[in-house]
């Protein structure tokens, strides 16, 4: 009872603001969990507070969602609130950066100057690791190739007060839902599936890494005030349905922009018949779907993920603030989507985008209609989407059917733990056996492969070919650089199973599988115990906290390395209008953040601005010609790479925009994709509409990101064409800006843009950066 003392002080408002987790840990805990990060704090009285101001204000019922965003208010009894409209500033409880993003979100924050951050802030070391042999030699090898990134990572969170993950810890949004995800807790994070967290009732948002450091920092942090979009769930999940299929069915529902700025709320009674990390992984691929994070009211399955995972005391005092985690009776959503889970059938969703949604019953004839490759090359299972103990125990489950009748995949199969405790448990517990018997490689715990990390050998680049992944994304050469490769995104049961038969033409429900001797035979559906009974084995230890006292601590950046490089300001606006830029590319069709800036072996330069620029938009088509990576310098009137062709216009002073299309950065939060245009001379990015975080990054980079009041507007626009942004001396949140448009034969055409810029985001570009504002402000 001791233990517990300091945090029911805490909740019931007679203590600190704060309180360590390590100091409410039973004994047993304390021990088995003394690697983790004890600065993680939790507020409900403040949060409950805050809750009761906004909804006296508002005069109604709140959706949980909203209960937890305006519980974080920096000002409850002031900030305007309206869904869709107005932009709210918040009090982020906590930050997390996975290592490719991490890099340059530290090199911001060292460039503020400011000592230490000012609230609980990890590194996760998890994308730089490149599936090739297995777990242990990948994971070696990846040591040996970034150890200069991994120790500039380490030393900046040494010194800088950061708690740091090492490689082979496992995937950033498995290590946040085992340690630090919480009922009410609002955390933001450098990758765009940060939102797995609402599988613990958590509000977790994707950024970029200059909101990070804004929220490092200690300055309130900026987010569009976000409709709710409700998910009703009825009835219960059995057989070969599984949680992967709810987002699967609504992805299909609302395509990969319905969701965008808005957060999906789960609610009903068909949600206590999903686990907590099932829930997370319904969370986790709500990226697909544009929404800013999805969310599941708290229940009894949290709370018993949360006791497995040494957290039983946080558990007990978010059942004290209960009504704080669940929406109130009567709250109305923005659109309501109803979905019975006792008729949700399996799906599958691809190729080449995640919202194009098939029951698995139905895929065979689709792809023999639609001319797609029949037979599964490789099957795929893990990743932050799916490698939960639950998810492997059913994968283990089919695996272990088809070895008592002799038969092993047919396809490749490789299976990815989502942390170190995963990993150290489905060892333990026979798991990963099974999986390795049945013909699958055990890779380390990393993204891998679900980020195109993936040293592919089996196929040619060009070669048309399938796969099948529990993973979430599945763009064009996403996964192995290769653009002919068809990518199908379902559950880690439905892969298995595909990779058992080897073709997508096979329905586990219905279909019979052959043994060696002939002997046909039916999978039973998959099973597997929600969470280990034995508890978890926490495995390595892995983690790295931060010295109280870092004065001593140096971060080195070796002004040769072509992997880290210091960061110069950008330049400040000048205060004129932009007159006469070039059209660096017209871009045709969908442009996600992996055409803007591509990952796999681009990864290694995520520390380095000019190196990682080459790579900029080298995956988008050009409207001109159909071409990737092939523009017209209008200059030279050769024709060059995008990259190499931005440099020849900033070397000449010429400015620059980009013109593209529908829903243009989707995907990743990559910054990058922001970084490099700034970098290399671009101004303006004017498409029809933007996915929330690159809208945001853009902006935090001093770039007009712009959309067309008339989406036909882009007809107009001619590859030769120059481009005068007009009004900005008088610029100004809600008043749309127009754009001169210049064709080569002398005629003009003038058209209107809209922005999304408030006040201060508009001193943002006024300054040339979020940053340089920021040290302005100091």
Known sequence: ?????????????????????????????????????????????????????????????????????????????????????????????????????????????????????????????????????????????????????????ATAAAKYGVGFWKPGSGIIHQIILENYAYPGVMLIGTDSHTPNGGGLGAVCIGVGGADAVDVMAGIPWELKCPKVIGVRLTGTLSGWTSPKDVILKVAGILTVKGGTGAIVEYH??????????????????????????????????????????????????????????????????????????????????????????????????????????????????????????????????????????????????????????????????????????????????????????????????????????????????????????????TSPEIVTALALAGTLNFNPETDYLTAPSGEKFKLEPPSGDELPSRDFDPGQDTYQHPPAESSSVQVDVNPSSNRLQLLEPFDKWHGRDLEDMRVLIKVKGKCTTDHISAAGPWLKFRGHLDNISNNMLIGAVNYENDAVNKIKNQLTGEFGGVPDVARYYKANGVNWVVVGDENYGEGSSREHAALEPRHLGGRAIIVKSFARIHETNLKKQGLLPLTFAEPNDYDKIRPDDKISIIGLKSFAPGKSLSAVITHSDGSRETISLNHTFNETQIEWFRAGSALNRMKELQ
């Open 268 to 489: 009903g009674p068909g949600v206590d018949s999903i686990s907590c990390t099932g829930m997370a992984t319904i969370c986790n691929m709500g990226a697909e779907i544009g929404a800013t994070t999805s969310i599941f009211p708290y229940n009894h399955r949290m709370r018993t993920y949360m006791h497995k995972t040494g957290r039983g005391e946080i558990a007990s005092v978010a059942d004290q603030f209960q009504e704080d985690l669940v929406p109130d009776k009567g709250c109305e959503y923005d659109q309501v989507i109803e979905i019975n889970l006792s008729e949700l059938k399996p799906h599958i969703n691809g190729p080449f985008t995640p919202d194009l949604a098939h029951p698995v019953s139905d895929i065979g004839a689709i792809a023999q209609k639609s001319g797609w490759p029949l037979e599964v090359k490789v099957g795929l299972i893990g990743s932050c989407t799916n490698s939960s103990y639950e998810d492997m125990g059913r994968a283990a489950s089919l695996a272990k059917q088809a070895l008592d009748k002799g038969l092993k995949c047919k396809a490749q199969f490789t299976v990815t733990p989502g942390s170190e405790q995963i990993r150290a448990t489905i060892e333990r517990d026979g798991y990963a056996k099974i999986l390795s018997d049945v013909g699958g490689i055990v890779l380390a715990n990393a993204c891998g492969p679900c980020i195109g990390q993936w040293d592919r050998k089996d196929v040619k680049k060009g070669e048309k070919n399938t796969i099948v992944t529990s993973f979430n994304r599945n763009f064009t050469a996403r996964n192995d650089a290769n653009p002919a490769t068809h990518a199908f995104v």
């Open 1 to 153: 009872s001791y233990l517990l003392y300091p945090l029911l002080q805490l909740a019931l408002g007679t203590g600190a603001r704060r309180f360590h987790v390590s100091s409410v840990f039973s004994a047993k805990a304390k021990v088995a969990m003394s690697r983790f990060e004890p600065d993680s704090s939790i507020n409900y009285k403040k949060m409950h507070e805050n809750i009761n101001i906004v909804r006296k204000r508002l005069n109604r019922p709140l959706t949980l969602s909203e209960k937890i965003v305006y519980g974080h208010l920096d000002d409850p009894a002031g900030q305007e609130i309206d869904r869709g409209r107005t932009y709210l500033r918040l009090r982020p409880d906590r930050v997390a950066m996975q290592d490719a993003t991490a890099q340059m979100a530290m090199l911001q924050f060292i460039s503020s100057g400011l000592p230490r951050v000012a609230v609980p802030s990890t590194i996760h070391c998890d994308h730089l690791i490149e599936a090739q042999i297995g777990g242990a030699q990948d994971l070696q090898r990846a040591k040996d190739i970034n150890q200069e990134v991994y120790n500039f990572l």
